[in-house]
């Protein structure tokens, strides 16, 4: 029988308001790992999470049901949330 196999991997870089350094060394492996438990909530598959203090990049799996600016929309809003509560 055939079978399909999907492999789908987004590279997805966005930066803070008007880039500025917003984004604490002393918080930031915590950011980056709230942002993967956001990924796999939404069953995504964080592959790599990493950044400096005025951008993130984001390395992901995700499966072909996934809209991709639905993903995008929500891990902004709540990485965006946890920020403003750190």
């Given at each position: 029988?055939?079978?399909?196999?999907?492999?789908?991997?987004?590279?997805?870089?966005?930066?803070?308001?008007?880039?500025?350094?917003?984004?604490?060394?002393?918080?930031?492996?915590?950011?980056?790992?709230?942002?993967?438990?956001?990924?796999?909530?939404?069953?995504?598959?964080?592959?790599e999470?990493?950044?400096?203090?005025?951008?993130?990049?984001?390395?992901?799996?995700i499966?072909?049901?996934?809209?991709?600016?639905?993903?995008?929309?929500?891990?902004?809003?709540v990485?965006?949330?946890?920020?403003?509560?750190?």
């Amino acid at each position: 029988m055939p079978s399909t196999h999907t492999s789908l991997h987004i590279h997805l870089v966005f930066s803070t308001k008007e880039r500025l350094p917003f984004i604490d060394a002393k918080w930031q492996s915590d950011l980056h790992a709230f942002m993967g438990g956001c990924l796999k909530r939404l069953d995504a598959f964080p592959q790599e999470i990493g950044g400096v203090a005025d951008h993130v990049h984001l390395l992901m799996g995700i499966k072909p049901v996934h809209a991709i600016a639905d993903l995008v929309r929500e891990v902004k809003r709540v990485s965006s949330e946890w920020v403003k509560d750190a």
